[in-house]
Each structure stands twice: as C-alpha cells, then as structure tokens.
C-alpha cells in the first residue's frame, strides 16, 4: 500500500508535514533520507541508523544492478531481506549514475548502452530493465528510468531529453508490475527552462503517479536559480502526492526545498563528508582534523545529544582520524546523520506550529549563512 | 586496588579459573582480551566490544607513545576517559614493538633509541619513560619494559637480553608510582632455553610482582616447542598470581596455554583476519569471499547467537566484501571476537565442572585440528 497524508501546511510559505504510508512504516515529512548506495548506509549498521531516527533510505540500483546483481537479491528475497533492514527504502532507477558515465554511455529511445564502471562490461539499461530490478530489489518506492541532464547544456538538448524521460515515464508505468506494494514516482526535468518544466510537470501528472520528484537541479547551478526553477516546479504538482528533490543533502538547500514545497530529499553529504572529517553543528561545519582541535576535550557540537557527543571529545575524534582508525569514520557518521535527521524533525515541528520561517532564520544565523 | 583469587582447579591438567578484581571491575579468567592498539578496538564501539563480553581490553603504549602522545591522553585524564571505556585495560610497554623495529633501533642498557614508524623522528624508550607513560596512560595492569627477543637466536644472546630484562623490570618496579591503582606485572623470557626460563622466572619472582607474563613465545617457533617451554615455565610461576601469555589468539593457542596454566592472553589475529574476510566458526575458519558464499543465505556459523550471524547472511557479507564496504569489517570483527570471548566463557565453565579436556577434544574435532 502507499498514501500520502496532507496534515499541515505553512501560512507563510510553500512547506508543508505530511505523512507517508507504506508496507514497511511510516514515514513524516518533511524527510531526509540517507543514502546506502551499496545495500548499506556506509559504515552503519541498520539499527543505528534506525536510532537515529531515519525513516527511509535510498538505495542505488544502478550500483546494486552490478553488484550483487539482480539474481542474488531475488534470491535473498529482496533488498529488505539482503540488507536486514525492515522500514521503508526507496531505490532511485540507475539513470543518474548511467548518465554520468558521460563518455562511456549511449542513449538510444529504447535506453542506454554503457560500460561498468568496475570493469568495462558491456551493459544496458531500458526503462523497462529499471522498472524490472526494482521490482526484484522489492523498494516501497521507486523511480521513473529518467536522464539528469547537465548543467549548463543548451534548450534543445534539455527539450530533446526532457521529453524521452516523459516518453520512458509513460513505459516505466506501463512495464511495472507490483503497483500495490511499490509506488513508482515520475520525475520532473527540463533543465532551468520553466516552459519546459511545466511541460514536463504536465504530462507526468497527466500519467497520475501516486508521487513525483524534481530531477535535474542541484547539479551546479547558481543557489538562486535553483530555488527560482524549484519554486516554479512544485507549483505543476498536485497538492495531494509527496514531492521528491534528488540529491540534496545541505542544511541551506534542505531548508529552501521545504520552504518551496518539497516534502522528501536524499544526498550523500552528509556520511562523505563525515568520512573525510567534517562534521555539520548548530555553529556551522568544523573540520575535525584541524590541529586546533587537538587539545579540544568538548564535543562536536554543544548543543547535540548524540551518541558522539554525549561520549567522545573532538581531541578523541581528531586523533582517530590522525591513525585512520575506522571508528573515527562512524562516530562522524551518526553525528551528522542525527544532525540532519533532527533539523527535519525540528523544521516538521516548526511548520505545525506555523513557525517555520523563524525557524529557518534563526537556523542560518547561528549557522553562519548570509542569509 | 589488584586482586587475583584462584577459585577452581583442573584435575586434568594445570588449567585454572580464577577472578582478578581491578578498580574498573572484575575479570573472571582465562580470558582473552581483544587489542585497542591505537585507542580503539578497530571498528568497533566500546559498548560493542562490552556486549561481546569483553571484560579487558589491551592498548599498545608504543603506539598511543607516539600518537596521540603522552601530553593529550594526560589532558584527557587517561586513557579510559579518552577512549570511552570504563572497564579494565592492560597496556604493553612498548618493548615489543620497539624491538619489532629492528632496524631502525640501538639498544643500550640504559634503553633503546629507535626512529619512529610514522616519520622517522629519533625516539628514545627506557624502562622508566615506559612506566612514566604507562602511569599517564592509568591502564589498570601494566606491563615491564622488556626486549622480546627473536627466534631462533643464539643462546649468548638469548641470556644477555633476558638477563637485561631482568635488570629492566626491577628498574621498572623502583620508577612505578601508581602501585594502588596500576598492578605492574613482570615478563619472563630466555627464549627456547629452559634453564635461562627458569633463571628469568625466579629472578621476576623474586621481585614479587603481582602477575607474571611470559613474553617471546609465539614468535615463529613450532607449536610442540611453545607448548614445551610453556608447560615448563609456568612451573615457575606462584599459584596465586595471574599468567599471561602474550600474543595468542587462535583457539588451539588458546586451549593450549590454558591447558598450560595461563589465565590472559591477547593477539590482533581475530579483529585482524576479520577485516580480511576471514570468520572462525564452529566448524573451523572461513574466507567469507569465496565464491562458493555467493548465494549461501545461511549464518557465518550456524551454532552463533551472535549479532551478525542472527542477522546477515554469508551472501550479503560476500557482497559487503565485495565493494569495500566498511560494516563488513564490522560484522566480521563482531563475530569473531564473540566466538573467542565465548570460547573463552566456555573453557571457564568446563573448568569449573572438570572436564576441560573432553571440552577441548571435542572443539578440536569440530573445528578440524588434527589432535
């Protein structure tokens, strides 16, 4: 089963809570979603990233397509089963990541011919293909087989593409089997051209997806034509289905995807960069390496109640990742993780007490954004 | 406060169960003590590591000696604050990897002089600086400074460094300022050589420590040889102090010098193979990236109740292996600590009920040691 419930809506602004039902869960948005490309939220086990409080994660098909491969996950009884984790996963269609092999694909109206980015395999993927792996990875949601054009890249190619991701939606549909247990989302592209956005917008919302994303932005764009495209967009959804924004994962870019209507976002942000020592914090990003922090015996953030927080020093956390020490890589990890996750649970408070916009203002000025 | 209490005995053989109370809690023995080299069991949380059953853990001074150094963990208030574990650790003292270098080091009766691993600075250990840091470090037993000599080597050098040693470990006993808190324990050497065993033994013994460690086995020699040099050193040892074997972590090491009257031991090996994909089990070690896992949905080892093997599959470990993800060092680690720490729990209750040896032969069996 999947619904989508309306429960509040802003009077200041476009963001809205709402709530998602699926055979696995729950889930209240506005939600980020951590990433487990490979069938694991890097370094996490399931049950910390429950405790954290995710309530969806998105898994790569693209990835998983290669490894393990489709026929060990339908043996295994799906990804649920595979990767012993019980609540919802979404699963995005593969395109993204086929479409950024730039010199190692061609597209064709039946779909794309690549090579593996492991070793060079001849491979293809079709809609119909996408539709296909994600209905054996068993996701609760799942994505339209689309192309994420660049940025910049000029009006006909965005039209040309823009209307084949329309074309591919409509066989997606078509093709994909377990409507009742699965939600296929159709996603929105069209580049920065808001005439071919509401194009775009329209006839997938002519298809009737029980959702619908917003592909194609946060891919290099200047910040205010990001939100200026988004805020058009989300206008051609209809009120009654969640919104997704792919690839988003920064607490600015999180807060104006709300703001601007979306009720869902992913992004691998936050668990690379713990990897490489950053840590997000109520008082902006600190990079833990840094040798000022070598004597510092407080936490990451004062104001966080983390497992990191509540038990080990930045002096600690600095020194494991001086010897390279893999803890040092998860303690990172959960914090930025549970910051992330704790924001939105802040922002959905913030909007049912129709208060979200001072929440956001006071956010980005102890953040440190100019803003 | 150290107290070793002796409170069952084989009539089979020389093993032993007994309860070693420390400040930070109690250690019922044998035991094995898993290796947080550099401030960390490699990958793991110390509430993991707790869970497993782990009652003590080793940390290596050499290591925390040169990073994070002295100066921080001092800071920090010690190593247990520093690292977030609040039961007893042992720490080394240095000698070992110190001599492990050896190349790169000039031994004089004062100390040694060597140049560090990391980036080559001149460096300079002596039994009192070892002290001086194993006292900052505050870890609950602490071990002499001592040279580990190499095998095979020759019986003039053998009794020149063991009688060093010797000399070592008194200097060791007269700089230790922390005696209430930190029990200093002594380690014998002498190589193969059974008489300079027993010269090293009583002249520790002499000293009255409150534990013995019997140091340079393990080092290349056959199993027949350790055993014999064991069985006859151990003899040498009050019954009413704890035994440690350094260095050993395979199980059949493991029945061994329990058999032999040892009450601790450490190694890296479990967390070591662990991280390169090697799980023991019940029924002897496997490499989980073999092919043949590939569709193998069933545990690591069937008679665990462990987290990992109540949870994943040996496929998706495969996988995990597979693309470098780091929860596969985790699950590994976690499984093969658990089946030593409960080896361990094991031996302890056979003990108790007298009947080791049936225990030991059985777990041979299984396990497919051919004894």
Same mark, same amino acid.
């Given at each position: 089963?999947?619904?989508?419930?309306?429960?509040?809506?802003?009077? +200041?602004?476009?963001?809205?809570?709402?709530?998602?039902?699926?055979?696995?869960?729950?889930?209240?948005?506005?939600?980020?979603?951590?990433?487990?490309?490979?069938?694991?939220?890097?370094?996490?086990?399931? +049950?910390?990233?429950?405790?954290?409080?995710?309530?969806?994660?998105?898994?790569?098909?693209?990835?998983?397509?290669?490894?393990?491969?489709?026929?060990?996950?339908?043996?295994?009884?799906?990804?649920?089963?595979?990767?012993?984790?019980?609540?919802?996963?979404?699963?995005?269609?593969?395109?993204?990541?086929?479409?950024?092999?730039?010199?190692?694909?061609?597209?064709?109206?039946?779909?794309?011919?690549?090579?593996?980015?492991?070793?060079?395999?001849?491979?293809?993927?079709?809609?119909?293909?996408?539709?296909?792996?994600? =209905?054996?990875?068993?996701?609760?949601?799942?994505?339209?087989?689309?192309?994420?054009?660049?940025?910049?890249?000029?009006?006909?190619?965005?039209?040309?593409?823009?209307?084949?991701?329309?074309?591919?939606?409509?066989?997606?549909?078509?093709?994909?089997?377990?409507?009742?247990?699965?939600?296929?989302?159709?996603?929105?592209?069209?580049?920065?051209?808001?005439?071919?956005?509401?194009?775009?917008?329209?006839?997938?919302?002519?298809?009737?997806?029980?959702?619908?994303?917003?592909?194609?932005?946060?891919?290099?764009?200047?910040?205010?034509?990001?939100?200026?495209?988004?805020?058009?967009?989300?206008?051609?959804?209809? +009120?009654?289905?969640?919104?997704?924004?792919?690839?988003?994962?920064?607490?600015?870019?999180?807060? +104006?995807?709300?703001?601007?209507?979306?009720?869902?976002?992913?992004?691998?942000?936050?668990?690379?960069?713990?990897?490489?020592?950053?840590?997000?914090?109520?008082?902006?990003?600190?990079?833990?390496?840094?040798?000022?922090?070598?004597?510092?015996?407080?936490?990451?953030?004062?104001?966080?109640?983390?497992?990191?927080?509540?038990?080990?020093?930045?002096?600690?956390?600095?020194?494991?990742? =001086?010897?390279?020490?893999?803890?040092?890589?998860?303690?990172?990890?959960?914090?930025?993780?549970?910051?992330?996750?704790?924001?939105?649970?802040?922002?959905?408070?913030?909007?049912?007490?129709?208060?979200?916009?001072?929440?956001?203002?006071?956010?980005?000025?102890?953040?440190?954004?100019?803003?």
């Amino acid at each position: 089963m999947f619904k989508y419930e309306l429960l509040a809506h802003s009077s +200041e602004c476009k963001a809205r809570v709402g709530r998602i039902t699926t055979d696995h869960g729950t889930i209240e948005t506005p939600i980020f979603m951590p990433v487990g490309t490979r069938a694991t939220v890097k370094t996490m086990t399931p +049950e910390e990233v429950k405790e954290l409080g995710a309530q969806i994660i998105l898994s790569n098909t693209y990835h998983l397509f290669l490894r393990p491969g489709k026929d060990i996950i339908n043996k295994a009884g799906g990804l649920h089963k595979f990767m012993n984790w019980d609540k919802p996963i979404l699963t995005d269609s593969g395109g993204f990541q086929v479409f950024s092999l730039s010199k190692r694909r061609k597209i064709t109206e039946e779909g794309v011919e690549f090579r593996s980015h492991i070793d060079g395999s001849k491979q293809f993927i079709s809609p119909e293909i996408s539709i296909d792996m994600q =209905n054996t990875l068993g996701s609760d949601i799942i994505m339209a087989f689309d192309e994420c054009a660049p940025y910049p890249a000029n009006r006909s190619y965005i039209e040309h593409s823009m209307m084949r991701t329309s074309r591919w939606a409509k066989r997606c549909k078509e093709f994909h089997k377990n409507t009742d247990k699965q939600a296929l989302f159709g996603i929105v592209q069209g580049g920065m051209y808001k005439d071919l956005r509401e194009i775009s917008a329209k006839s997938l919302v002519d298809l009737d997806f029980p959702g619908y994303a917003v592909g194609g932005l946060s891919v290099g764009e200047p910040e205010d034509l990001m939100i200026d495209v988004l805020n058009f967009t989300t206008d051609y959804l209809p +009120e009654n289905k969640p919104r997704y924004l792919m690839g988003v994962g920064s607490p600015d870019y999180l807060f +104006e995807a709300v703001q601007y209507g979306i009720d869902m976002a992913d992004c691998v942000l936050p668990t690379r960069i713990a990897r490489n020592g950053t840590a997000m914090t109520s008082k902006g990003k600190i990079v833990i390496k840094n040798a000022k922090y070598k004597e510092d015996f407080t936490p990451l953030d004062h104001d966080c109640d983390c497992y990191t927080c509540k038990n080990y020093s930045r002096a600690y956390i600095r020194h494991l990742f =001086n010897v390279n020490e893999i803890l040092a890589y998860r303690l990172v990890t959960i914090h930025n993780l549970h910051f992330l996750l704790n924001l939105m649970k802040g922002i959905r408070k913030s909007i049912i007490d129709d208060r979200f916009m001072e929440f956001k203002n006071n956010f980005y000025k102890n953040y440190g954004y100019e803003k």
